[in-house]
């Protein structure tokens, strides 16, 4: 800065030229080191002035005049003069005090930093040296100006990135550390502590503490990563589990670099560490769920394979079943009776066979979570009225009375699935009876939830086997007796009642009879429409099977057209030879159909352009394309794009019924068949010409 005077006297920036005539030696020496002063300040960026003399004499070298915006010519402004229009408001105060103090208390130097305003409008960063001394009688006053503010602008910046870093680091939980080889020195922040559990303190824990964290089944891969870090291999990434003081487990990541040495000789290597246990164990349950999804898939096409070909079988042992039932009721000869007995023993024990595979397909999807229910309000009084009239044959056949109570009470369930759980429960309550007895079915409330109770006279259960009634395959002793049943039924009431949101409870008095109460949350709001009890697509069987899609034969194309009105024409696209004569005898004795069999889908199709059908049959599996490959062919030709296609099929998952439905099925017919409902179904869909009952005179088993 200039020196302090309250002289505003000026003078020129440069030294006064030696003199060409002067011969001087010396003079010649000081006016050289003069000039190479004057170089070296530029070169430099040092601004320096003088002010000596009497009077004083001030002089700015060429480099503050440009530090300070200052022409070669213009006029310099004295020290105070200088302070009060060139130094930072901010600034003032101190330098003014400082100035004052140095030249109060005689010192001989002075060093500051301040803001200056240049003559041409800038702000800079200035550093400011001055030394005052004797010089005989006068003063001689020396200073230097050096521009720091492009120094002290990066170091901002760089304290700014430092403090951004530091921020972003610890709010996104990153630890960093550094290590040394000049004497083994590692350095941590807070926040690699945190990370395991620990209060911070001055020092890193020794590797012998930092191992001492690490989870037991991690601890050889960090100590021979950090091995190898520590030979300066290159950059590392590694995640490894830490054992925090309070037992928890989390993941860290650990990534680090080498970076160049402080001193010769030194390696020093810079590193993180952060939390991953998030992502880790998201990363655990997506690789569980799509475990859990391809074994869902894997058993979801074991059972349909499982289902179909059961089913398969069992439509030949229950379709030949029923066809000689029906032949036996009307052959008066010697021997028919007992005929008729074998028949019937082979066709319950076929049903009992279907029955045992739609409970275990029902019990295998809520188990696998793959059973839909709906939340509708049902009303019990209208359930139990239309549920009692299925078991009142067996209970009249066993002598037992069926008695209602109150049930004036709603609850929130799926209806469909409500109606399975108390048809179960009746038809044990009717099975584990005894002669004489009864069944009395009533509802209560229970503050908001809604208990429906079935009680049975029955030979009751001991309570040491009451924990083993849910279990499935157990009937407690029951199958060595004459007693027909699966012993999944009960696993299905209480997997399906829990997944309506209750449970079921159970009380029962050896010899005395039972108790069997589903709890469920009270409906408030008055009941809806009533919901069908039984629907295709959720479970077909041949008690209610949906339409079925086998086409029942009358005459072969081959034979004369009977007398009377034109057959309707029906297309059998079936590879299964007994599937097919099976159909074709169950419709010989029906009039009015004209039964076309193909034994592949190629045939099938032909046929169905040939013929012009006026309804098809589709089994879905066929040996030479599926049936949605036949479907979709015959929806995409003119001749047959609106033909009726029906499903005949032993798969019967809910999946394929809705995907056949929604690839344009008319209608999804299970196996194995209940001839008497095939008819009534075939009639319904396609009644022959003119004879709305000309299918009673056929043979219906």
């Known amino acids: 800065m200039p020196s302090p005077t309250s002289h505003p006297e000026a003078a020129t920036t440069a030294l006064p030229a030696a003199s060409p005539s002067a011969g001087d030696e010396r003079e010649r020496r000081v006016l050289e080191s003069a000039r190479r002063l004057q170089v070296m300040a530029q070169a430099a960026g040092i601004g320096w002035w003088t002010l000596e003399g009497d009077p004083p004499h001030l002089v700015w070298n060429d480099e503050l005049r440009r530090i300070m915006g200052l022409g070669a010519h213009d006029p310099l402004p004295d020290a105070w003069t200088w302070v009060d229009r060139q130094v930072h408001a901010d600034d003032r105060e101190r330098v003014r005090t400082l100035l004052r103090e140095a030249l109060d208390t005689g010192r001989t130097s002075v060093d500051f930093a301040c803001r200056v305003h240049t003559f041409d409008g800038r702000v800079l960063d200035v550093l400011n040296h001055a030394i005052f001394e004797s010089k005989g009688a006068a003063l001689l006053r020396f200073g230097m100006l050096v521009d720091v503010t492009e120094r002290l602008q990066a170091a901002r910046e760089l304290a700014d990135a430092r403090e951004r870093v530091a921020l972003a680091v610890s709010g996104a939980g990153i630890g960093t550390w550094e290590w040394r080889s000049q004497g083994n020195l590692a350095l941590w922040d807070e926040q690699m502590f945190h990370l395991r559990g620990l209060p911070p303190r001055p020092q890193a824990l020794t590797h012998e503490e930092r191992m001492a964290l690490v989870h037991p089944d991690d601890r050889e891969a960090v100590d021979r990563m950090n091995r190898r870090a520590l030979e300066g291999l290159g950059p590392f990434s590694y995640e490894f589990r830490v054992v925090r003081p309070d037992g928890e487990v989390r993941w860290l990541a650990s990534r680090s670099v080498e970076l160049p040495g402080t001193v010769p000789g030194e390696r020093r290597r810079l590193g993180a560490n952060w939390d991953v246990t998030d992502r880790r164990v998201a990363e655990q349950a ?11 898939q894997a058993k979801s096409r074991f059972l349909a394979r499982m289902s179909h070909e059961l089913r398969t079988p069992l439509n030949a042992v229950l379709g030949f079943a029923q ?26 024990a076929g049903e009992h066979l279907l029955h045992l595979i739609n409970d275990v397909l029902d019990l295998a999807r809520i188990e696998g979570g793959e059973l839909a229910l709906a939340r509708d309000t049902v009303a019990l009084a209208a359930l139990v009225r239309r549920t009692l009239p299925l078991v009142a044959p067996q209970a009249e056949a066993a002598g037992l009375r069926l008695r209602t109570g109150a049930l004036d009470l709603a609850v929130a369930a799926d209806e469909t699935r409500l109606a399975q759980v108390l048809l179960n429960l009746l038809s044990n309550a009717v099975k584990y009876n005894r002669t004489g007895g009864e069944v009395h079915v009533d509802a209560v409330a229970v503050g908001a939830l809604v208990q429906l109770r079935v009680h049975d006279t029955g030979r ?19 199958e060595r007796e004459a007693i027909e049943g699966s012993g999944i039924g009960l696993a299905i009431v209480k997997s399906l009642v829990e997944r309506m949101g209750g449970h079921v409870l159970v009380s029962s008095t050896p010899g005395v009879g039972s108790m069997f109460q589903v709890v469920l949350p009270r409906a408030a709001a008055a009941p809806g429409p009533t919901r069908a009890t039984s629907s295709p697509a959720q479970r077909p069987s041949t008690a209610t099977p949906p339409p079925t899609s086998g086409t029942v034969a009358g005459p072969s194309p081959d034979d004369a057209a009977p007398a009377g ?49 006026e ?87």
């Open 565 to 613: 009105p034109a057959p309707r024409r029906v297309l059998y696209i079936e590879d299964n030879e007994v599937n097919a004569l099976i159909v074709r005898e169950v419709l010989s004795g029906a009039p009015g159909y004209r039964l076309t069999i193909a034994p592949d889908g190629t045939s099938g199709l032909a046929a169905a352009v040939r013929d012009a059908p």
């Open 323 to 348: 066809l000689l039932q029906a032949d036996a009721e009307a052959d008066d000869r010697a021997g028919a009776a007992t005929r008729r007995e074998q028949l019937t023993h082979i066709r319950q």
């Open 460 to 478: 009751g259960i001991a309570p040491a086997r009451l924990h083993e009634l849910f279990q499935p395959f157990n009937r407690l002793g029951a």
């Open 286 to 296: 997506r690789r569980e769920a799509e475990v859990a999804l391809r074994e869902s």
């Open 615 to 701: 309804l098809v049959l589709l089994d879905m599996q066929l040996p030479d394309m599926d049936g949605f490959a036949v479907l979709r062919r015959l929806r995409e030709t003119p001749q047959t794009a609106a033909l009726p296609v029906v499903a005949l099929s032993a798969n019967v998952m809910p999946e394929q019924v809705s995907r056949g439905l929604a690839a344009g099925l008319t209608a999804y017919w299970t196996k194995p068949l209940d001839l008497a409902l095939f008819l009534r179904n075939l009639a319904r869909l396609l009644p022959p010409h003119g004879a709305g009952d000309s299918l009673q005179g056929a043979r219906e088993p």
